[in-house]
């Protein structure tokens, strides 16, 4: 499971880092056709890489001449920010934006996965844990309290007020949680609502894009043993 969750992960990382490299090219042909002097900057700035290392093998001083390309470079990127602006764009409009902008949509900084990736694989091995679940067929909204009698024994409160409270209760938990939050443990007889309200918690907590793993013990267990 560990190996096609992270072949997903790895597969969407990709497609995010091609969809950004797309669409930048594509403002970047808009703003040419409008702006004919930016596409003169953009093929002189890419003749950088090639400048600097003809620099280096030259006999002249390489140090002075990587210095002035360097400083050519800036005043080239100025002069494209100045002109992006007074064309009514953002200085920026033509960089990369990339969903992640510590990777730059390759899952991978300093020879280390990034937090992306990493947060992907737990989503997809969430998903596959999940898969079969009723996660998705109980909500907050869809508990009734209409079920627990209004008229509880003499000097208690009603099943009705009670559930109403523990209601509350996992609502506030599921908007206040976090990844320190205690746990909660419910108990009672078959029923009563516990997986019912255990599900809308999970459900609540998944849409402020938490991860959550919702299977029974024995599950868990023989998951594990497969897997390892």
């Given at each position: 499971?560990?190996?096609?969750?992270?072949?997903?992960?790895?597969?969407?990382?990709?497609?995010?880092?091609?969809t950004a490299l797309r669409e930048a090219e594509e403002r970047t042909t808009k703003v040419c056709f409008q702006v004919p002097r930016i596409r003169e900057i953009q093929n002189q700035l890419q003749q950088t890489g090639g400048k600097i290392v003809k620099a280096v093998f030259s006999k002249q001083d390489s140090r002075t001449q990587i210095?002035?390309?360097?400083?050519?470079?800036?005043?080239?990127?100025?002069?494209?920010?100045?002109?992006?602006?007074?064309?009514?764009?953002?200085?920026?409009?033509?960089?990369?934006?990339?969903?992640?902008?510590?990777?730059?949509?390759?899952?991978?900084?300093?020879?280390?996965?990034?937090?992306?990736?990493?947060?992907?694989?737990?989503?997809?091995?969430?998903?596959?844990?999940?898969?079969?679940?009723?996660?998705?067929?109980?909500?907050?909204?869809?508990?009734?309290?209409?079920?627990?009698?209004?008229?509880?024994?003499?000097?208690?409160?009603?099943?009705?007020?009670?559930?109403?409270?523990?209601?509350?209760?996992?609502?506030?938990?599921?908007?206040?949680?976090?990844?320190?939050?205690?746990?909660?443990?419910?108990?009672?007889?078959?029923?009563?609502?516990?997986?019912?309200?255990?599900?809308?918690?999970?459900?609540?907590?998944?849409?402020?894009?938490?991860?959550?793993?919702?299977?029974?013990?024995?599950?868990?267990?023989?998951?594990?043993?497969?897997?390892?």
């Open positions: 499971m560990r190996n096609e969750s992270y072949k997903r992960s790895m597969k969407t990382i990709t497609g995010r880092r091609e210095e002035q390309i360097m400083l050519d470079n800036i005043r080239l990127q100025q002069e494209q920010s100045q002109l992006l602006e007074a064309s009514g764009y953002p200085a920026d409009y033509l960089e990369v934006e990339y969903f992640c902008r510590f990777c730059e949509d390759t899952g991978y900084r300093q020879g280390h996965q990034c937090e992306c990736l990493k947060k992907l694989i737990a989503e997809n091995n969430a998903l596959e844990f999940n898969r079969g679940s009723s996660l998705s067929l109980a909500s907050f909204d869809s508990f009734s309290l209409d079920y627990y009698p209004e008229e509880g024994a003499l000097h208690a409160p009603s099943s009705r007020r009670i559930m109403a409270e523990i209601l509350e209760f996992c609502q506030t938990y599921a908007a206040r949680f976090h990844q320190n939050a205690p746990s909660v443990l419910m108990m009672g007889d078959t029923g009563l609502g516990k997986t019912h309200l255990s599900l809308a918690i999970a459900g609540a907590i998944m849409k402020r894009g938490y991860t959550v793993l919702y299977v029974s013990a024995p599950d868990l267990f023989r998951k594990l043993q497969n897997e390892y």
